[in-house]
Structures are given as structure tokens and as C-alpha cells.
């Protein structure tokens, strides 16, 4: 039986657990280099003025996490695809509806990704 993560679903699900997990590797990777950065600021080895540049790797952490807990590729959606490795279903979404609704969904991630990076970087900032 087929889960609600392991099948395609408009504005829903886009992406399968091999996915996810690659999305969650990759935003740990990207939460580690932030620590790193912000050790670095700590430190003195990077300067405070590059502080707003943590915005990169938290940006990019928040998105690949909300990919993988939302089971949706912002970058599939926007391309009109979908990709269950797992299940080897992949493919392209024909519907324009349902196109619409993963786009309107994939930026709807991407918002909220930008937002949790700009309050997190500018807590930082301002903490240091």
C-alpha cells in the first residue's frame, strides 16, 4: 500500500524517501557550515562584517529541511516533474492545475526558507 509520501500528489508530495534523505544530509551539511561560520566569527577568524553572509548556508539549510519533512522539490515543481527513485516512478506533470499547485507550492517553501534565514541571520548579527 501506498504511503501519502511515496506517490505524486499535486501541490503536495513531488519527491521519495531517497529524496528526502539526500534533501536532509544536505541541509544538515548546510547547518554545519553555518555553525562553522558563526565559530569563525566567534573566534575572530572571519570578520563580523561578513556576518549577513550566513544568510547562504542558513537559506539553504531551511529549504532543503522544509524539502525533506514537506516531501516536495522546490526545483522539480518549478520544472514540472516529480521523482520517486524508490518506487522508480518518475516523470513529468501534465495537468496545468497540477503544475500550478506545485509551483504556487514550491515557492511557498522557498518564502518561508528566505524568511527563517533573514530572522535567523539577523538575530546572529545582532547577538555578535
Known sequence: MA???SR???GVCNIGRRER????TYAAAALVAAGAFVVGVVLGVVPQELVPALFVPLA??????LQASK???????LLGRYSFEDADE???VEDPADRAADQQY??????????VAALVTTVVFVAL
Open 3 to 5: 504511503t501519502s509520501h
Open 8 to 10: 505524486y500528489r499535486a
Open 21 to 24: 534523505r539526500r534533501r536532509y
Open 60 to 65: 539553504l539549510a531551511a529549504e532543503w529541511y
Open 71 to 77: 516531501s516536495f522539490c522546490a526545483a522539480l515543481a
Open 90 to 92: 518518475h516523470g513529468a
Open 106 to 115: 514550491a515557492v511557498q517553501i522557498t518564502a518561508t526558507a528566505v524568511v
